[in-house]
């Protein structure tokens, strides 16, 4: 796997001293993305786990609808780009929007799972802890978390979970993300795209983001630290115990 961190010699001051050091920082790489030869996009990301983040960005797009619409994959890092055939039934077509709510199960975590949750999370995020530079996001089920992504890019993120779903076939309505990023509705777009009902951050939402969770029947948790959290909409999802 591509090492998504690269050491670079910078200054460090502090306390009236300058030294010559080298610090770790998150690389960046420029992925181009094409789709039966047409040129769909460039995703700007740290260069790992790219066959998740390929599909979910195509899935978030619009492109695709599951990943039975992909006949072949071919990604390559010089110079970065992925090269995807369609399947020959969806090929140059495009694919049903999404519904307008995504928030028809009745998935529930506790107030307390929720910020379980999100502590393990954060103790997870190792690129950003040697970085600082990146975003970090986790599929979680009844069970706990399934798996979690960095990224320079918060939507990044996101879109690496949804094509891990698609990858293993996830019910996705039986799942939520949970994310140290900022909630803004492009954010809830794609939680409605990719059929999650609950979606968790370690900071707050936008009002964009609160209005259209609010029209999809999905459920938005805020400000996950220090032992409490914020419930913005459809709070029937989250249980308070006593």
């Known amino acids: 796997m591509k090492n998504p961190v690269v050491d670079t010699p910078a200054v460090h001051y502090e306390e009236g001293r300058m030294a010559r ?8 790489v420029s992925l181009e993305v094409f789709v039966d030869d047409i040129p769909v996009g460039k995703i700007a990301c740290s260069g790992i786990s790219l066959d998740e983040l390929i599909l979910g960005y195509l899935k978030t797009g619009g492109v695709i609808e599951s990943i039975d619409n992909i006949q072949t994959m071919e990604i390559k890092m010089s110079p970065p780009q992925a090269r995807l055939i ?28 929720t910020i379980t949750l999100m502590d393990r999370l954060l103790d997870s995020s190792n690129i950003h802890e040697l970085t600082r530079g990146t975003h970090c996001s986790a599929l979680a089920g009844v069970a706990g978390i399934i798996c979690t992504r960095e990224d320079i890019g918060r ?61 999809a029947g999905i459920t938005l948790v805020g400000s996950v630290r220090n032992g409490g959290l914020q419930v913005y909409t459809h709070e029937r999802r989250v249980i308070f115990e006593p």
Do not use: Q
């Open 86 to 113: 369609t399947a020959p039934a969806v090929a140059g077509k495009r694919v049903p929007a999404p519904p307008e709510t995504s928030g028809g199960t009745e998935f529930t975590v506790t107030a307390e799972e």
């Open 155 to 215: 939507n990044n993120t996101i879109d690496m979970l949804i094509g891990y779903s698609l990858m293993n076939r996830i019910n996705s309505g039986n799942c939520s993300i949970v994310t140290t990023g900022r909630i803004s509705a492009e954010i809830v777009g794609k939680m409605m795209t990719g059929g999650f009902p609950l979606l968790i951050s370690h900071s707050a939402p936008t009002s964009g983001a609160i209005t259209l969770a609010e029209r």
């Open 21 to 28: 050091t080298v610090i770790p920082v998150a690389d960046e």
